[in-house]
C-alpha cells in the first residue's frame, strides 16, 4: 500500500530543526569577531588620520605658486631626476620662545628608496657653502633667510640634482614633545662632551633637547651636533617602532599627537599620503635607517670672517648620481 505524501510540507514544518553543529558556532563567531575588529581599526585608523588632520599646518613650501616653479628642473632648467624613491626635505628650527622660525638649525634630506626597504637621513650641515640661486655663494642655511624653505628646496635640487617631494618643519620643542611622548629614547651617543658620555644614554624631553642644541664644546662644531640629532632622530625612530607603541593604542596616539602639532607640512603632503608611506614602511627596522653627513672637504673663512663647512664638490656629485639611481648603498662603499 502506498504511504499518502499530501499532507508531508505541513510535517516538514512540524519537524524539530537540528541544533546548529559546533563547527558553524564557532565559524560564525570568529566572523562576527573579525568583524567588530576590522570595525575597530577601521574606527582607530580613522581617529589617527583626524588627529594628524587637527594638528599639521600646511604651507607652499616647495614653492609651487612662485611664477618659476617648475617641479622637474632645477634653478639653471636642467632636468631634475623624479620617481628614483621619494624625497623628503626635513628642517627644524633652534628659534627660542618668543623667536619666529628664521633659522634653518637642522637640514636633513630623507631619502625613502623605490622599494621602501631602507630610508637614508642625509645632514646637510648648516655652515656648509653653496651656490644660492640668486645670492651668489654662502651658507646654506643662508638660503632659508633670503627665500624661505622654497629657495631651500631649490638649493638641494641643484646640488644633487633630485626631485624633493615634501618638506616638513617644526622647533626643537616639538623634539622634546615627541621624546616625552615616547617616555624617554635610548642614543648611541657617537661623541661625548659637555654633561653626555660617549655611548648609550637615556634621554628624556628637556635632555634630549640640550643634546640636539649643543654644539660649543663639541670637536667639530655643527658637524658633530648633525651627528648628534641624526642619533637622536634614530632612537626614536627605532622606539616608535615597538611593539609596545605600535601595539599601544594610547600611547601611539600619543606619539603622533606629539610628532604632528607645532609641525608644518606642503600643501601636496596629505594625510593620505602619509599614511600609506607608514604603511609602506611597516618592514622598517632600525637596520633599514642610515645616516650620513653630506660631502665636505674641511673648514674655512669667507671674505667676511665667517665659518665654514668647504663643499667637496665631487663627493656632491657622487652623492646626487647615488640618489638619482636610488642606489645609496654604492656611495657609502
Do not use: C
Not at 574606527?43 to 622637474?72: C, I, M
Not at 634653518?104 to 648648516?126: C, G, K, S, T
Not at 609602506?280 to 660631502?295: E, W
Request: hydrophobic share 35%; no cysteine; charged share 25%.
Amino acid at each position: 500500500m502506498l504511504e499518502d505524501f499530501s499532507d508531508a510540507p505541513e510535517r516538514e514544518r512540524r519537524r524539530p530543526r537540528r541544533p546548529m553543529g559546533t563547527g558553524k558556532r564557532i565559524l560564525v563567531s570568529l566572523l562576527a569577531l573579525v568583524l567588530l575588529v576590522i570595525i575597530g581599526i577601521g574606527a582607530y585608523v580613522w581617529f589617527l588620520s583626524n588627529k594628524v588632520d587637527r594638528n599639521l599646518d600646511h604651507e607652499d613650501l616647495l614653492g609651487t605658486q612662485s611664477e618659476d616653479y617648475d617641479p622637474n628642473r632645477d634653478s639653471s632648467g636642467n632636468k631634475l631626476v623624479t620617481g628614483a624613491g621619494t624625497n623628503y626635505l626635513l628642517l627644524g628650527s633652534d628659534a627660542r620662545p618668543g623667536e619666529s622660525f628664521s633659522r634653518a638649525d637642522v637640514i636633513q634630506l630623507v631619502h625613502v628608496d623605490e622599494d621602501n626597504d631602507n630610508i637614508w637621513l642625509i645632514h646637510f650641515p648648516r655652515d656648509l657653502y653653496v651656490p644660492i640661486d640668486g645670492h651668489g655663494k654662502d651658507r646654506i642655511n643662508a638660503a632659508y633667510a633670503y627665500g624661505k624653505s622654497p629657495l631651500l628646496v631649490r638649493t638641494i635640487q641643484d646640488l644633487v640634482g633630485v626631485k624633493i617631494d615634501h618638506v616638513a618643519q617644526t622647533d626643537f620643542e616639538g623634539f622634546v614633545a615627541l621624546t616625552n611622548a615616547l617616555g624617554g629614547v635610548t642614543v648611541n651617543n657617537p661623541q661625548g662632551g659637555d654633561d653626555f658620555p660617549e655611548g648609550r644614554i637615556e634621554l628624556g624631553g628637556d635632555k634630549a633637547l640640550d643634546f640636539v642644541r649643543e654644539r660649543k664644546s663639541l670637536q667639530e662644531g655643527d658637524i658633530s651636533r648633525g651627528e648628534r640629532q641624526q642619533a637622536w632622530l634614530k632612537g626614536i625612530m627605532n622606539e616608535t617602532l615597538t611593539p609596545s607603541v605600535l601595539l599601544n593604542p594610547a600611547k601611539l596616539s600619543d606619539v603622533i599627537d606629539a610628532g604632528t602639532k607645532n609641525t608644518t607640512v606642503d600643501n601636496q603632503l596629505t594625510t593620505s599620503k602619509i599614511r600609506s608611506q607608514a604603511i609602506a614602511l611597516r618592514g622598517v627596522r632600525g637596520s633599514n635607517i642610515h645616516f650620513l653627513t653630506a660631502p665636505f672637504d674641511g673648514y674655512g673663512t669667507t671674505s667676511g670672517g665667517a665659518s665654514i663647512d668647504v663643499l667637496d664638490e665631487r663627493g656632491m656629485e657622487r652623492l646626487g648620481e647615488a640618489l638619482q639611481r636610488d642606489d645609496m648603498a654604492s656611495y657609502v662603499e
